[in-house]
Every structure is written in structure tokens, then in C-alpha cells.
């Protein structure tokens, strides 16, 4: 093995480490430390992300402040109740805010961004067009479409900053919304379901804002197979975790068909379409429950992203119908039953 690809395996081995408050140690580091080949290929991508229809529209609502009902109602669980204000006050967004969305994207300096140092160096490490290249080039392209999103939700442009919008409080009556959300409305309307601990993350409620705006323009939360104790990673592995209506609640696993489409538009020199949002269909077999502890399924970004749930928490592993829209097998929803009861028997602190 010679020195490159032991510097290789040894930041793969790093990024795949399951010790959380070792990642708390992890030093930012921007984009100036990469060589200039390194560099350019990124800003290259990120461009051409930020600069889709979908990422401005996206980028825009942080902008106003709030979401569009559309957008809501694309969610799966937009935590809404039916009386909810927005539906009444936010279908198009505020007179010129496309404009400072799109003059901001054009300004916008890619230095501005901090990643952790073991992902610069594993990326830094890897040749153009290598599998780890590719990996950790979208994993530093979704991190930097997150960072975007939580950059301009702490700039606090909000039009919409004394409307009480965002912390209505819906009637006890109801049931549904109150049973996701027991303590109440969360602080912002920008949200995935999944993602909402912002207790714990490091940029709080921004980081938040920035789980939804990546599910919005990539078509889930870019997660990796990071591996288990008992089990190796799959590298090569590139799952998204979706929050839309008519996609599958499950964590999926990308066809390589689908990353083909997704690294051809972020590198090659006469890109085709946009292929987002990428999204979901019954050829992605490849399944993950997000009910189960991301410590035992090994997908994951950040071990501190989901906190794990609760025994008496919703799960939508319990329906007494087959869905093979969420479960494209009889026996895997018979297996996916098995583990939730196995997860609600165990004690829970």
C-alpha cells in the first residue's frame, strides 16, 4: 500500500468514527486549504446546485422567512394544523425577494463555508474521479447546500419577524398536531420532521433550517452507510432521508443509476439537466426504518443528527395494511414490524 491510499483509508476511517464527543474536537476548515484543482472543482458544483430553480425558490423562503403553502403541503408531516395562519397569508413569496435571494447567490463567497478538517483532508486526499473523490464530493456539496440555507436563516432577513405566524399555537382539540409535537410549535416553520433536535445541533435552529432546505433541493437529507460495530461500511453507499408527499417516509438508498445522473451534473464540463429533487421510486429497494437508532442502522452524517425515539413515539412501521409503496415486500414490512416491537420493549431513558 503505498502513502496515498493508506492517507485515503486512514481519513475514511476517520469520517467513519462512531466516537461523538471526538467529533466535537474536529477543527473547521474552509475551502482555502484544498489546492487549487481540489477547489475549483467544488465551487464549480456547488454553483451549479445553488444556481437550480429549486435551490433560489428554496433559498428565497429562508429569505422571506417564511415558507410557502405549496411548499407545506408538499411536506410529508409539515407539523400544520388545517387553521393554521400560513395557509391564509404566505402563497407567493414578498415583493422583492427573488432579487436579494438571487443578488446574494451571485456575491456569495464559497470561503464563507466550514467543514470538518477530516472531511477537507479526505477529499483533498482523494484523485479526481475516484470512488472516494466522488463520495466525499457530494457529501461536502450537501453540506455546503445546508450551510447556505443556515447562513441566511441567521441573517434574521425575516419579512415576517411580528406576524406571530410561526408561533401560532393550534387549538388542544387538535389531536394530530399535538401528538407530534407535545411541547408545542417548534421555533421555526422551516423544518424535516426528522430533524428537529436542534437542542443538540451545533448551529441550533439554523442547522435546522438547513436539514430542510437540503431535502427540499437534493430530494432527502444526504446521509452514508458509516458502518456499525459489528459491520463494515459500504464506501459506496449514498443514501437520502425524504420528507415530500408521495415519496416513501423510509430512508432509500440512491441506484447507482441515480448518483450517475447526480455526478455528472456536478462535474462534468457540459452538464445535462438538473436531477433534482432525486427522488424515490419502487427500484429503490434498498430501505432504512429512520425509527431505529442511527447507531445500529450505521446510516448517518453526523452521529448527533436524530436523537433516538422514544418507545411511545408514532411509528409508521405499525400499520395494519401492507404498504408496498413504503414496504416493497411482504417480508420486509413483516421484519420491519419485528423491529419496532423490538425497539418499544426495551427500557428507555
Given amino acids: 500500500m503505498n ?27 474552509s475551502i482555502e486549504t484544498l489546492d487549487s484543482q ?30 410557502l403553502i405549496d411548499t407545506v403541503n408538499d411536506n410529508m408531516a409539515g407539523g400544520l394544523s388545517n387553521g393554521h ?14 432579487e436579494r435571494t438571487e443578488e446574494i447567490r451571485a456575491t456569495f463567497d464559497p470561503k464563507e463555508l466550514k ?8 477529499y483533498q486526499s482523494a484523485s479526481p474521479g475516484s470512488q472516494v473523490f466522488r463520495m466525499r464530493l457530494i457529501e461536502i456539496i450537501a453540506i455546503a447546500v445546508h450551510q447556505i440555507a443556515a447562513i ?45 433536535d436542534y437542542d443538540q445541533y451545533p ?20 446521509l452514508f452507510d458509516r458502518g456499525t460495530p459489528d459491520r463494515k461500511p459500504d464506501t459506496d453507499a449514498v443514501f437520502l432521508h425524504p420528507d415530500r408527499e408521495e415519496v416513501t417516509y423510509r430512508i432509500y ?5 441515480q448518483k450517475k445522473q447526480l455526478l455528472d451534473f456536478l462535474l462534468s464540463d457540459t452538464p445535462g439537466p438538473s436531477p433534482f429533487p432525486i427522488l424515490a421510486s419502487m427500484e429503490n429497494t434498498h430501505r432504512v426504518d429512520p425509527e431505529d437508532d442511527i447507531d445500529e442502522t ?8 436524530r436523537k433516538p425515539l422514544p418507545p411511545d413515539c408514532p411509528d409508521g412501521r405499525l400499520h395494519c395494511v401492507w404498504d408496498p409503496f413504503n414496504f416493497p415486500s411482504w417480508d420486509e414490512w413483516q421484519e420491519a414490524k419485528w423491529r419496532c416491537r423490538e425497539r418499544r420493549s426495551r427500557p428507555y431513558y
Avoid at 38 to 64: C, E, G, M, N, P
Avoid at 181 to 194: A, D, I, Q, S
Fill in 298 to 305: 450505521g446510516v448517518y452524517r453526523d452521529i448527533w443528527e
Fill in 253 to 257: 438508498r440512491l441506484l447507482e443509476s
Fill in 115 to 122: 467543514f470538518d478538517s477530516r472531511l477537507i483532508y479526505a
Fill in 203 to 222: 448551529d441550533g435552529v439554523a442547522d435546522m433550517v438547513g436539514y430542510w432546505a437540503e431535502s427540499r433541493i437534493i430530494g432527502g437529507v444526504v
Fill in 38 to 67: 481540489h477547489s475549483d472543482l467544488f465551487v464549480r458544483a456547488l454553483d451549479r446546485v445553488i444556481s437550480t430553480d429549486l435551490a433560489k425558490l428554496t433559498y428565497a423562503q429562508i429569505v422571506d422567512g417564511l415558507p
Fill in 3 to 29: 502513502s496515498y491510499e493508506k492517507s485515503v483509508q486512514e481519513h475514511e476511517a476517520e469520517l467513519n468514527d462512531h466516537n461523538a464527543d471526538g467529533d466535537a474536537k474536529i477543527r473547521k476548515l
Fill in 85 to 98: 395562519p400560513l395557509y391564509d397569508m404566505h402563497e407567493s413569496l414578498c415583493d422583492g425577494v427573488m
Fill in 152 to 196: 441566511l436563516f441567521k441573517r434574521d432577513t425575516s419579512l415576517h419577524k411580528n406576524d406571530g405566524i410561526t408561533e401560532w399555537v393550534p387549538p388542544k382539540e387538535d389531536i394530530v398536531f399535538w401528538q407530534f409535537l407535545p411541547n408545542g410549535p417548534l421555533p421555526t416553520l422551516f423544518h424535516h420532521p426528522c430533524y428537529t
